[in-house]
């Protein structure tokens, strides 16, 4: 499976509107370009990482690192 | 003695030879980083009077027979983002400069009872956010083979201390690859541990789920003493294992015959730089004379890992920061505002999707790639060291594209959760180290060790010193 393809940016209106939800100064026009640009990646990263199952829990991350363990060497 | 210990397990056995006190190395080392630290900027705040005055101690202490443990002595340095009160903790920002916690990170606590002497805080990337070692608070870190390159980051000035020889030992934390890369660029060895090997309890978050903290030094077997210091389960930091780690330092000799060294030519050997890509091919080949078998393995594309890696970080960074981004907006650097601020757009959905998946992923490459081979080997760095002002691009177009080229062969291994260790094999064209990243399954950092070492008794990239060293 190759990387995400490159999405189009979320919209500037959108991002500025999240920010200012988040309490935060909206920052110069450029930055809101990278984090539309973030952000866009971001929802394209999951498409192409696959959608996860109904079940799958969010926390089965340390056990499975458990679960796969080499110990020792 | 005239000549100081080279390596930290040197320093730590003419210690307990009575061949030097600590009073001397650590003396020895306050005056190099004083010397050096105009140059190089490493160090944020070098505590000369508390690093002296644990000396004495620990010399005094030894004089009665106790030796509390295998550092006993030894002068390490920590990464401005451990607590260690009532010393402050910036985590290299300007606005938390005097910040002081209550108390002490537990690998602070650890190394201090495994006998270790802290010199001081070492510069880092603000917040741990960025791979190149700038820092517009406290000024740049310089790489000590060539000052006008970069030190890489966010672990800046831990790899750059390391190796001017300022220090036997450092410890950093890579949620991207900042152990890895300040370790490949300064051509030092650099361990991020399994995610759960260790604590992170007073260590400043920026991922919950990616951080990791690790140690750089000079050699396999200087990593081996400071992992063992620090390993281990944490009741305060519930991710940590229960299992009590292994003895790092057993099998640290028995060589890699017969060990399978996967290599994945299609993703991480593409698009690397001519003097990389060579320096690389010869460690590779020393490697099989040392007996190891070289196969080749197909591992996931990079890209992926390291995206899904960014949702966590990103959104997981903005939760941390967001009562500072609040009262302090204009303080944070922008290329660190912008990409914190990323997770203020990322649905949670999203970062629910890509926490869910993560367990599927790490499955999937672990059946993949080790079903074929023992341990991974690729590039730390596909890229030859850049220089400060040629990634000098704040938050601006290019950021996200200096940003890629710097953690493309590290930032997957942060999702992962999976051991990865960055040692010296070579040098390019410019005269600057070049790091192989080697990559085991969970919890194999002793494989990876034995391995870093075996290469390091038929090389001797890591025993170079960068001018004045």
């Given amino acids: 499976m190759n990387g995400p393809e490159t999405p189009p940016p979320v919209p500037p209106a959108t991002v500025e509107a999240l920010l200012r939800l988040a309490g935060l100064p909206p920052p110069d026009p450029e930055t809101i370009a990278r984090i539309a640009v973030g952000a866009a990646n971001a929802l394209a990263a999951i498409g192409a990482g696959g959608q996860p199952g109904f079940d799958d829990a969010p926390d089965g991350f340390v056990a499975e690192l458990a679960r796969l363990a080499v110990d020792g060497d | ?469």
Wanted: charged share 15%; hydrophobic share 45%.
């Fill in chain 2, 1 to 469: 003695m005239d000549e100081l210990p080279a390596t930290l397990t040197e320093a730590a056995a003419a210690l307990a030879a009575g061949r030097i006190s600590s009073l001397e190395l650590t003396t020895a080392c306050l005056a190099r980083a004083r010397r050096a630290n105009p140059r190089l900027n490493c160090f944020l705040r070098i505590d000369e009077e508390a690093a002296l005055a644990a000396a004495r101690g620990a010399d005094a202490a030894r004089a009665r027979g106790t030796v509390v443990g295998a550092l006993h002595g030894v002068p390490i340095a920590l990464k401005d983002m451990f607590y260690d009160p009532p010393a402050p903790t910036s985590a290299g920002s300007g606005f938390l400069a005097s910040h002081r916690a209550t108390t002490a990170a537990t690998v602070v606590e650890r190394l201090r009872r495994a006998g270790a002497i802290n010199l001081g805080a070492l510069n880092m990337t603000e917040f741990a956010l960025g791979p190149t070692g700038h820092n517009r608070v406290h000024g740049d870190c310089h790489n000590p083979w060539d000052p006008a390159r970069i030190a890489g980051g966010s672990s800046s000035g831990a790899g750059a201390a390391v190796a001017a020889r300022l220090a036997y030992g450092a410890l950093g934390s890579d949620t991207g690859g900042s152990i890895r890369g300040p370790a490949s660029v300064n051509g030092v060895v650099g361990l991020k541990p399994t995610y759960g090997l260790v604590p992170r309890t007073g260590a400043m978050p920026l991922s919950w789920s990616c951080d990791h903290v690790g140690p750089l030094a000079r050699t396999a077997a200087d990593l081996a003493h400071l992992l063992g210091a620090i390993a281990g389960h944490d009741p305060a930091d519930p991710s940590t294992r229960r299992t009590p780690p292994p003895d790092f330092l057993a099998r640290l000799e028995a060589g890699v015959a017969g060990l399978r060294i996967g290599v994945p030519r299609r993703h991480y050997f593409e698009d690397v730089d001519g003097d990389v890509a060579a320096a690389l091919e010869t460690a590779l080949a020393e490697l099989a004379s040392a007996g190891a078998i070289l196969v080749p393995v197909e591992a996931p594309a990079p890209a992926l890992l390291t995206e899904l890696g960014r949702v966590l970080v990103y959104a997981e960074a903005a939760a941390a920061h967001a009562g500072f981004l609040r009262a302090h907006p204009e303080s944070y650097a922008p290329q660190v505002r912008a990409r914190i601020e990323t997770g203020f757009a990322i649905p949670a959905p999203t970062y629910l999707a890509a926490a869910q998946l993560r367990p599927r992923h790490l499955r999937e490459f672990v059946a993949g790639v080790y079903a074929r081979c023992d341990v991974l080997a690729t590039p730390t760095l596909a890229v030859a060291v850049p220089t400060l002002a040629a990634t000098d691009v704040g938050g601006g177009e290019s950021m996200w594209t200096v940003i890629a080229a710097l953690v493309r062969c590290v930032a997957p291994f942060n999702y992962l959760g999976v051991p990865a260790l960055s040692l010296p094999a070579g040098f390019d064209a410019a005269g600057m180290p070049v790091g192989l990243q080697l990559v085991g399954p969970p919890f194999s950092e002793a494989r990876l060790l034995r391995v870093a070492a075996a290469f390091q008794r038929c090389t001797d990239w890591h025993a170079r010193r960068p001018p004045d060293g």
